[in-house]
Structure formats: C-alpha cells, structure tokens
C-alpha cells in the first residue's frame, strides 16, 4: 500500500489526513500547534515569510492555510492581498474569526480548495506559501506542478514542512518527540486521537534531499533547502522553472 493511500484509509470513521479529520480538532488546533512545537512553529512561519520576498501590492497563495496563522503572519509583515486554500470548512472557520479580530478581512480571502487541482491561471499569483500541509497531499508531485503554474516566473513558493532527524542525539531526541510526545499531548489536549497520525506522517514523509528532487521533477527550481531547529523542519524555497 502506497503512503498516499495509507494516509487516506478509514480509522474511526475519519479518513486521516483529509479535511474531514482537521475538521474534527479545528478548535484546538492552534493550542496544539504551540505546545506540540514547544512554542516554536510561529518563528518557522515568519522565517517562511521573509523568504517569499514580497513586493507591496503583491498577491501571495497561502495553501493548507488552516486556521490562517500564516495567511496572517503575511498579511502583517507586507502589504499584500493573500488567498488562503484549505481542503477543511471546519479549519477555515476558525480562520475566518481570526482575521476578523487582525482587522485583515479586506486582504485575507479565504476559500475552500485542493493543492492538488487549483482554480486559478498560469502565473496568476507572485508567491506561494505552504507550512505543514504538504505531506497530507495524495499526490505530492501534482500539487507541485500546479504550484510551477500559478506562480508567475521569478514568483518565490515556500513549503515549510516537519521531518525526523535520522542520525545523531537529535535524530533520537526527534523521534521521541514525534512517536511518543506528540501523539499523547495531542490525544490528550484534544480529547481525539487524530494526532497519533501525525507520528506516521512525518515518518513517511521523504528526506530533504528527496522531497527537493520531486520538486526539481515537477518543474520547480529549487532555490535552497534550509533545515530549522536541527532538522525538525525544513524550508524549502524554490521558483518556476525556467525563471
């Protein structure tokens, strides 16, 4: 069975990894976000942003958007009008109410989507942005390819995505963390057993240098790979081909 299959197979009446499970702990997402990282996922996210190089008046593509906290972070930092995507109603809601409190409901939209199948035009937006959700995607290379065609030539896209250290003491502290901590403080904040999925996911997740190889095959030129916190997540900043 292929990972993408095995992400999508029927546990507890929830398909893993799809809309319909973020649905089910969209409340508790951001509160499990914090203390899963140790507080640190909000630093990765604006690292993501610089790297996008905005221009003012900008329009930057935020997919997996969730509760918007990147969307957000962009948003704050430039002047730019953000397009957040999300496979999950219950996420977006959450979303919805927190750009309303930032005052960003004018440059914020919000919408139901698919990484996977885009509802825009080549070379229609200047970034894209992408932070945890790239591993959930059934067809990782297809997402890319519509990534290389929305984005307009010389556009940055970043995808900030967690890994497992394999080698080395932090390699060993990683994968307790991953395997241990994070799917019983997420069961247990969350009252749910969805983020005992999350151990799976990331274990499955290609390498770095993998992952920036399947970029390189879906016309992305690959611009640098920057591990964060000792390999825990990587950034990887790349723009279309032929640039």
């Known amino acids: 069975m292929s990972d993408a299959s095995q992400d999508q197979a029927p546990r507890g009446g929830r398909r893993f990894g799809t809309g319909e499970m973020f649905d089910g702990i969209a409340e508790r997402y951001d509160l499990l976000n914090r203390v899963i990282s140790l507080g640190l996922d909000q630093g990765w996210r604006r690292r993501a942003v610089r790297s996008l190089e905005l221009s003012p008046g900008a329009t930057v593509l935020d997919l997996a958007t969730g509760t918007a906290d990147l969307a957000i972070a962009i948003a704050r930092e430039h002047d730019v009008r953000v397009i957040g995507v999300d496979p999950s109603q219950g996420?977006?809601?959450?979303?919805?109410?927190?750009?309303?409190?930032?005052?960003?409901?004018?440059?914020?939209?919000?919408?139901?989507?698919?990484?996977?199948?885009?509802?825009?035009?080549?070379?229609?937006?200047d970034a894209i942005s992408m932070a945890f959700g790239i591993r959930n995607v059934p067809d990782r290379a297809r997402a890319l390819r519509e990534m290389a065609r929305v984005t307009r030539p010389g556009g940055r896209i970043a995808i900030l995505e967690l890994s497992e250290p394999r080698s080395g003491l932090m390699g060993k502290l990683a994968r307790f963390h991953i395997h241990t901590v994070v799917p019983y403080v997420g069961g247990a904040i969350s009252g749910k057993d969805e983020y005992r999925y999350l151990q799976d996911s990331i274990a499955r997740f290609p390498p770095p240098d993998e992952f920036a190889e399947l970029m390189r095959g879906a016309g992305l030129r690959v611009l640098r790979v920057e591990p964060l916190t000792m390999g825990v997540v990587c950034l990887f900043v790349a723009t279309p081909e032929g640039a």
């Open 91 to 125: 996420m977006l809601g959450v979303g919805r109410r927190k750009v309303e409190a930032a005052g960003l409901a004018g440059r914020i939209d919000l919408e139901v989507g698919d990484a996977q199948q885009l509802g825009l035009g080549d070379a229609s937006v």
